[in-house]
């Protein structure tokens, strides 16, 4: 399987910048994508094939990256973003997971 | 709109069999691709296997002795069933819509199921 990677949390300001990082343990191109959680909720689709906008998603939130490294942007990040963020790769048949990050808004 | 809702108990004793039901509305599951992912305690997910549009299935190389996904294409429903079930097994359990590069476009509101005894 491959594994993703993501640092467990993290903390910002309202109007600050942030980046949430995943690393995968081989390469997927850029079958990469990228999910919102937001407590008692199910997840929706933010960012999807690495660097593309799901329809209705602000465009507060962006993606990058390919290969094995990849990025999802925040800017500027507002008080409703507190929620846990998923990646989310589609290489394999097996489709796998990162572990999440979970944003507080300070 | 697509709508997706799981149905099922939520509990199950170890060592029995878990089964859900997803019922579909705005869309027919005889498009696309339908499948199960799961969320455990503590936040990891896991996907557990889909159904396509014309009955195949591609399931989890970690679940596959213990999965069953299937369909009733005349009520827009697909099922999971997971045998032997352990308390490992206990997670909130989401069907949802997968695409053809495999991405998941629309959730349920996911199941929570607790196997206890």
């Known amino acids: 399987d491959t594994v993703l990677t993501q640092s467990p949390a993290l903390a910002v300001s309202p109007g600050e910048r942030v980046t949430i990082s995943c690393r995968a343990s081989e390469s997927v191109s850029t079958l990469m994508h990228w999910y919102q959680q937001k407590p008692g909720q199910q997840p929706t689709l933010l960012i999807y094939l690495a660097s593309n906008l799901e329809s209705g998603v602000p465009a507060r939130f962006s993606g990058s990256g390919s290969g094995t490294d990849f990025t999802l942007t925040i800017d500027p990040v507002e008080a409703d973003d507190t929620a846990t963020y998923y990646c989310q790769q589609s290489w394999n048949d097996s489709l796998t997971f990162g572990s999440g990050t979970k944003l507080e808004i300070k | 709109e697509v709508q997706l809702q799981e149905s099922g108990p939520g509990l199950v004793k170890p060592s029995q069999s878990l089964s859900l039901t997803c019922s579909v509305t705005?869309?027919?599951?005889?498009?696309?691709?339908w499948g199960w992912i799961r969320k455990f305690p503590g936040n990891k997910m896991e996907w557990m296997g889909y159904i396509s549009y014309s009955g195949s299935t591609s399931y989890n190389p970690s679940l596959k002795s213990r999965i069953s996904i299937t369909r009733d294409t005349s009520k827009n429903q697909f099922f999971l069933q997971l045998n032997s079930v352990t308390t490992e097994d206990t997670a909130t359990y989401y069907c949802?819509?997968?695409?053809?590069?495999?991405?998941?476009?629309?959730w349920g509101q996911g199941v929570m199921v607790t196997v206890s005894s």
């Open positions: 949802a819509r997968e695409t053809a590069i495999s991405l998941v476009d629309y």
């Open positions: 705005g869309y027919s599951i005889t498009s696309n691709y």
